[in-house]
C-alpha cells in the first residue's frame, strides 16, 4: 500500500514538471531558447511574442557649456548696525515699525532731551555775556588808545586792556565751542538710521532707561540691497578661480534646495588673501543685487560659480550615456528604428548634460531610455517623435552648468545589453 501512494506521488511529480517544462518552452523563459520574435515562433505551435523595444530619443546637438564648480554658502547682509543710544535718558518713542525698510537719516527713537536741552541754552547764554564783555572791553580798548596818543593814559594800560579784548575774545571762541558740544548731545536725544536698510524686532520698549553701555541696543538694521554670499572653495580650484577673475566678472548663481532653480545671480567679488590651513580651502565672497529681498541674512544656499565656456561641443543627454566594462556607450537610433550600440568618449558631464568628445556627431539621435530590454540591433518604437531636441538647463548665463568628470556620470538604467550580453 505504502509503495502504492509512492508511485502515485511520484507520477504526479512528473507530470506536474513536464506541465511546467511545457509552458516554460511555450513562454520562451528556459535558458538557450527564444520565445519568439517579429515573425519567429518559439515551437511549431507556441505563441509569437514581441520584442520591439518601447524608446525615448534626443537629438545630439552643438551648444556653448559653461564649466562651473558648485558649493554650499551663507547669505551675510552688506552691512549690519546695530542703534544704540549715546546719551542716558529716558526712551520716550520709537519712529519705526518692526520689519519696515529705513532710509539713511531717517529718525528711529526719541531719547528724552530736557537735561540736554538746558546745557544748551546755559552754553548759549554764556556766550552772549562773553560777547557783550568783549564788546565793552573793545571800546575801552579805542579810549586808550586815544588816550595814549594824548598822552593822557599810559601806555601800559593800553597793553593791558589789549590782553583783555584778547583774553574775552578766546572765552568767546571756548563758549561756541561748548554750544557745538551742547548741541551734538542735544541731537544724539534723537537717534537717526546711519544706513539704508531693513529694521529688525525692536530690543527695548518705550519708557524704559537706555545708556550706552547697554548691551542689546534698541534695533538692529541690516542692509540687504546688496548682498553678500560668503563661500568656501578647494585649495585645487583656485587657478582656476583667479583666471576667471582676470577674465572679467565671473557669474555666481545662488540656487534653490533642488539645486537647480535660480534664486539671484551675482558676481564674485573677492577672493580671500589667504588660504585656510586647517581645512585646505579658501573664502570667496559674491555680490547679488537682490532686488527681490530672495536672499536673507543667515541662509544657507547652493552657489554655483562659472569658471569659463566651452564653445560649441558636442552634447547628449546625460541618460542617454550608459557605462559597461569597455566604458561609456550609447545607442543610436539608426534606420527603420533599430538601436546601434556605439561606444562613445565623454568630456564634462552632470545630471542632465554630457559633453561627447568623441563617437557622436551632431544632428544624431541617442535614445534617453528603455534600456533595461535594449540591446545592439533591437527593433525600437519611439514615443516621443515630435518631442523638440534635448534642451541644456538653463543658468544664470543661459546655458547648462556641467560640473562633473568624465568618471562622474550616474548610471540611469542598470540593465543595459551591450552586444547582446547584460551589463552591470
Do not use: C
Not at 135 to 146: F, H, S
Request: proline share 6%.
Amino acid at each position: 500500500m505504502i509503495r502504492a501512494n509512492r508511485r502515485l506521488i511520484l507520477a504526479v511529480g512528473a507530470l506536474a514538471l513536464v506541465v511546467g517544462l511545457a509552458f516554460a518552452y511555450r513562454g520562451g523563459w528556459l535558458p538557450g531558447f527564444s520565445g519568439g520574435g517579429t515573425g519567429n515562433q518559439s515551437g511549431r505551435d507556441g505563441p509569437r511574442r514581441e520584442t520591439t523595444v518601447t524608446v525615448t530619443t534626443a537629438e545630439v546637438r552643438l551648444a556653448d557649456v559653461p564649466v562651473t564648480i558648485d558649493a554650499v554658502g551663507t547669505v551675510q547682509a552688506l552691512n549690519t548696525v546695530t542703534i544704540r543710544t549715546q546719551v542716558d535718558g529716558q526712551l520716550l518713542r520709537l519712529r519705526f515699525s518692526e520689519g519696515q525698510d529705513v532710509r539713511k537719516g531717517d529718525i528711529l527713537a526719541e531719547i528724552d532731551p530736557a537735561l540736554y536741552q538746558a546745557q544748551y541754552d546755559q552754553a548759549v547764554a554764556k556766550r552772549a555775556q562773553d560777547e557783550a564783555n568783549l564788546a565793552n572791553a573793545r571800546v575801552d580798548l579805542t579810549r586808550y588808545e586815544k588816550l595814549v596818543v594824548s598822552h593822557y593814559a599810559s601806555k601800559q594800560q593800553h597793553a593791558t586792556q589789549q590782553a583783555l579784548v584778547a583774553q574775552l575774545e578766546a572765552q568767546v571762541r571756548a563758549d561756541q565751542a561748548a554750544i557745538e558740544n551742547a548741541k551734538t548731545t542735544l541731537d544724539y536725544a534723537t537717534i537717526r538710521s546711519p544706513i539704508d536698510g531693513h529694521a529688525g524686532i525692536r530690543l527695548v520698549d518705550v519708557g524704559n532707561i537706555v545708556h550706552p553701555s547697554d548691551p542689546t541696543g534698541i534695533v538692529v538694521i541690516t542692509q540687504l540691497r546688496p548682498i553678500f554670499v560668503v563661500f568656501t572653495l578647494p585649495q585645487q580650484t583656485l587657478p582656476a578661480v583667479q583666471k576667471a577673475q582676470t577674465q572679467g566678472a565671473a557669474k555666481v548663481a545662488a540656487l534653490g534646495p533642488d539645486n537647480a532653480s535660480v534664486i539671484e545671480t551675482g558676481e564674485l567679488s573677492v577672493i580671500d588673501n589667504q588660504i585656510d590651513p586647517q581645512t585646505g580651502t579658501v573664502r570667496l565672497k559674491a555680490t547679488f543685487p537682490n532686488p527681490n529681498l530672495s536672499l536673507w541674512p543667515g541662509q544657507f544656499v547652493n552657489v554655483r560659480l562659472t569658471l569659463d565656456l566651452l564653445k560649441d561641443v558636442v552634447t547628449a543627454p546625460s541618460p542617454a550615456v550608459q557605462r559597461g566594462p569597455n566604458g561609456a556607450f550609447v545607442y543610436v537610433l539608426g534606420d527603420n528604428n533599430v538601436a546601434r550600440l556605439r561606444m562613445v568618449t565623454t568630456g564634462r558631464q552632470d545630471e542632465k548634460i554630457a559633453v561627447i568628445t568623441s563617437g557622436l556627431e551632431p544632428g544624431e539621435t541617442v535614445i534617453t531610455s528603455g534600456f533595461s530590454r535594449l540591446f545592439d540591433g533591437a527593433e525600437t518604437r519611439v514615443v516621443n517623435a515630435q518631442a523638440p531636441p534635448a534642451e541644456a538647463p538653463p543658468t544664470a548665463g543661459g546655458v547648462p552648468p556641467l560640473d562633473r568628470g568624465a568618471g562622474e556620470s550616474p548610471r540611469r538604467e542598470r540593465g543595459a545589453r551591450s552586444n547582446g550580453a547584460r551589463i552591470r
